[in-house]
């Protein structure tokens, strides 16, 4: 009997399981996929909101600023890319004026530091290459961007090293109800029995709460197709710039990332396939034209990757973060949309508090850590990167010529006992592959490496998700 059964390992379920694993709690997180931080977590804008979109009575109001305060504090403990540069939201009108105003006001409410409005000139002067149209701008220096997906994954290892334990390849298939507090999670691998169950399944967070719980609420998944341009590109822009939000989102941003390109994106589109992370021209067409409007020097003939994420819009305006009613014991944690990245250790915060005033016992562990080394070669000085080499020669030879990452860097990644043996795994554990040959270059090399660390057959070694298998058999015999 688990104390906390997680479904989700989402950017949502890994905080989850980082904050239970501070307790003396059995928790466990289950994940349909062989990696965390597979789905949406991996495919959105990369942004720590500052936290003045929501309105001050929803939860993505009273949690945003918080999660944005822990999100810079836990990535500079677990070694996660992170930069603070601050957000702009342009104003091209009068009704453009009138939203950044009431952006400010709620700013102001909801307790962003150090916002302001910016005058034209303002704005020209810190971003010379926006548009001359720009006629003010919300200013919030508290945002940052990130790996979302190393986020995820940093979260799930601390979990891991701190007690909590993982079912990957695991999809939830039902869950009965024995009454108050007593579960049993069914998945196509076997039962699990648990006294509070979390439901953090993203878009799937109604089937799962529809398994145990009468029907409250539904998902409307909505699809974002993105630009990923080449670090030539990096430099155009210093702060994330947004436009004007709509009733759909946030609109089409161009933002520098953290690892220095560009990224250009989103559109909203309804899907009816929860799954689907097709992208298609005309998609592509309307995020460069509305992009466009903020500024016209970006070069899309530097895109080197298109995308798209699938957001877990829901039929309520704001997250589902609440005990159901006729399931004592089960939380969903449920139509986490934007700004559910730069939530994320707030809405874990939360939901344990729900977890104890339901009942659940929390003692905190005393051998708690909360810290994570990692190291990232071509960061280092020259002094450093000598003394690194002279440890393990590995970090000597660089695999991936786009980024610098070493075979020192990949085999430390495969080291840990999360990490499945796909070459998207390694992707997002040490961006090897993650730039402008986007693996073209090293994935033979990578796949190499994964087949002698693991011991497995190249047969066995997947791209990312089970079943994309990359070799199908030998094509030469040697004699």
Not at 258 to 271: E, S, Y
Not at 292 to 316: H, P, Q, W, Y
């Amino acid at each position: 009997m688990y104390d906390v059964a997680i479904i989700g390992g989402g950017i949502v379920g890994t905080a989850l399981a980082a904050e239970c694993a501070k307790y003396q709690l059995r928790a466990l997180l289950i994940e349909k996929n062989n990696d965390v931080g597979d789905e949406t977590t991996k495919a959105n804008s990369a942004i720590i909101h500052a936290g003045y979109d929501p309105a001050p009575e929803t939860l993505m109001g009273k949690l945003n600023v918080r999660g944005n305060a822990l999100a810079k504090e836990l990535c500079e403990k677990l070694s996660v890319p992170y930069k603070q540069i601050g957000s702009f939201v342009l104003a091209f009108d009068g009704e453009d004026v009138k939203t950044v105003e009431k952006l400010y006001d709620r700013g102001v409410k909801n307790g962003v530091p150090g916002i302001r409005i910016l005058t034209a000139e303002e704005v020209r002067e810190m971003e010379p290459s926006l548009s001359d149209e720009v006629k003010c701008a919300l200013y919030a220096p508290s945002a940052g961007v990130i790996a979302p997906w190393e986020y995820a994954i940093a979260l799930a290892e601390n979990a891991l090293e701190n007690g909590c334990e993982f079912k990957m390849s695991h999809t939830v298939t039902g869950i009965t109800k024995n009454g108050a507090q007593d579960f049993t999670v069914h998945t196509d691998k076997g039962d699990v029995s648990a006294r509070f169950v979390i439901n953090a399944a993203g878009v799937a967070s109604d089937q799962i709460h529809n398994m145990v719980a009468a029907p409250s609420f539904a998902i409307r998944p909505n699809k974002g197709e993105y630009y990923l341009l080449d670090k030539s590109q990096g430099s155009l822009v210093s702060h994330v710039i947004f436009q004007c939000p709509s009733k759909v989102g946030k609109g089409v941003l161009v933002s520098p990332t953290v690892h220095g390109n560009l990224i250009v994106g989103p559109d909203a589109v309804d899907v009816e396939d929860r799954g689907d992370t097709s992208v298609a021209q005309d998609g592509l067409d309307f995020v460069a034209k509305v992009a466009r409007r903020s500024t016209d020097k970006f070069a899309l003939r530097e895109n080197i990757r298109t995308f798209a994420g699938v957001r877990a819009n829901s039929d309520v305006d704001d997250f589902i973060i609440r005990e159901a009613e006729d399931a004592p014991g089960f939380i969903d944690a449920a139509g986490i949309k934007s700004p559910g990245l730069s939530c994320a250790p707030a809405i874990a915060e939360y939901v344990v508090e729900l977890m104890a005033k339901s009942g659940l016992e929390l003692r905190k562990k005393e051998n708690h850590r909360d810290t994570r080394e990692k190291i990232r070669f071509k960061e280092l000085s020259e002094e450093e990167k000598q003394a690194v080499i002279a440890k393990d020669a590995r970090y000597g030879r660089v695999v991936c010529r786009c980024e610098t990452i070493t075979e020192g860097e990949i085999v430390a990644a495969l080291q840990n006992p999360l990490t499945p043996s796909t070459i998207d795994a390694v992707k997002r554990r040490c961006n090897a592959g993650m730039g402008r040959c986007q693996g073209g270059f090293c994935s033979p090399r990578v796949m190499e490496i994964i087949v002698r660390e693991r011991g497995i057959d190249p047969l066995q070694v997947q791209k990312d998700k089970e079943g994309s298998y990359i070799v199908i058999g030998e094509t030469k015999a040697q004699h």
